[in-house]
Structure formats: C-alpha cells, structure tokens
C-alpha cells in the first residue's frame, strides 16, 4: 500500500517571498516516481515538477524546486518569487514502477497576497 | 495539453438514473484513468484501461463500471447513481516523458447526484 501525506492544509506567502509545501509518503517499492501537481480556481490539474527516486538530484523547473529526501521519505516543494498566479491547490502524489496507480495526498491550500 | 477532453463538464442528474461520463484523447496512449475528487480525499482512483477492452479496478470502483472499445475513448458509467456519488471527475492519459510515466489530467467533470 502507498499513502501519501500533507500535512498543512492551507499556507500563505507575500508576493516575491519564498514558500515550502510538505510532503511525506511511504511505500513497499523500491523504485517509484513523486510529483507535485497544482490546481488552480479554474480546477485543472496541472503537473508542476517530478522526481524519479533513484535520481539523488533534486529536480528544478524554473521557480519551483524540490527537497527529496529519500530516507526520510520526504518530498517538499519550494516555490520562488512567489507570483499571485501560483495561489491554487497543490497536491503531491506517488507513483510506483510496479502499478500504474497514482496516490494523491489530500492538498495544501496556498494564497499568495499581493 | 494533453488532448484530453471530457463530456459533458457539468451535470446534474436524480438518485437512481444511469449516467455516463466521456473521455477522449487524440494521441492513441495506452493507459486512461478515471478518478474523482472530494473536499479531504484528494484524487482517488477508481478505474483504468490498459488497452482496448482492458480494464482493472481501483481503490474505489464500488458503484461505477468502465467500458473501452477504442482506443480514443474511455467511458465511466454509474448505474444507478446515489448522493455519494457527487464529486469531480477527472480523466488522465500516461505518457513515457523523460524516461518517466506521467499522468496528465482532463479538465474535470462536475457531477451532482440529487
């Protein structure tokens, strides 16, 4: 079984600032996949970055990054130059190579204030 | 984008009528998921296709039955719907992106069983 924890259910950062989402799972798997996914107002879900866990790199897209921490199976996302546009729902999610089952956490609420 | 889309977007139907919900994608990917979305719960998975005529359960396919005759198309059927059965709807296709499977997601179904 995979489950997948967030456990701040809403967080707000200024504009500019910088903001760190949690995120813990855990699974059986030896190999498997993590991504953060946002879903703004308009409810479509959107992919935002993805970390293969046999990558010890942490993965980085633009203004997004991740802390991966796979011992203590952790996986945080930080958004930087937070924007107004990044205000949405964001969801982690897991992945094993054995299913093609993705395993949502139940979502961080984030409001960037101007 | 995807090429996902879903039919229709909103609808609002009785407790004990049929309903079926449409996904189509343009890009002929081997993989389709149907999952629905409620306040606590995150996206959980309900049922999904591995080709034509292939399908498998997930963790919360009680109530709902899935048909896939083309591969263009995945059809999400409520038999005879109940009140527990309101939520959103997503429909995802896999894709192999950077040597890793990446789900991406349709605009979402909002369904409302009165």
């Known amino acids: 079984a995979q489950t997948v924890t967030q456990s701040q259910p809403e967080m707000s950062v200024q504009e500019a600032e910088t903001v760190t989402l949690s995120c813990t799972y855990d699974?059986?798997?030896?190999?498997?996949?993590l991504f953060w996914y946002k879903q703004p107002p308009s409810r479509q879900m959107i992919l935002v970055i993805r970390q293969e866990a046999y990558k010890q790199q942490n993965a980085t897209e633009n203004r997004f990054s991740v802390n991966f921490q796979k011992a203590a199976k952790s996986f945080s996302l930080k958004i930087s130059d937070s924007q107004l546009g990044d205000t949405a729902m964001y969801f982690c999610a897991l992945v094993g190579t054995s299913g093609s089952r993705l395993t949502f956490g139940e979502g961080t609420q984030l409001t960037v204030n101007p | 984008d995807a090429g996902i889309t879903q039919s229709p977007r909103h609808k609002v139907t009785e407790t004990g009528t049929p309903v079926t919900l449409r996904c189509h994608q343009t890009e002929n990917h081997r993989y389709m998921y149907w999952y629905r979305q409620d306040p606590g719960h995150g996206l959980r998975l309900i049922h999904y296709s591995y080709g034509v005529k292939d399908t498998d359960k997930g963790e919360v396919s009680d109530g709902y039955s899935v048909s896939r005759s083309k591969t263009e198309d995945f059809l999400l059927t409520l038999e005879s719907a109940t009140s527990s059965q309101t939520s959103v709807y997503f429909c995802a296709i896999s894709i192999r992106d950077r040597s890793t499977d990446t789900q991406y997601f349709g605009p979402g179904t909002r369904l409302t069983v009165l």
């Open positions: 699974t059986s798997e030896n190999n498997y996949y």
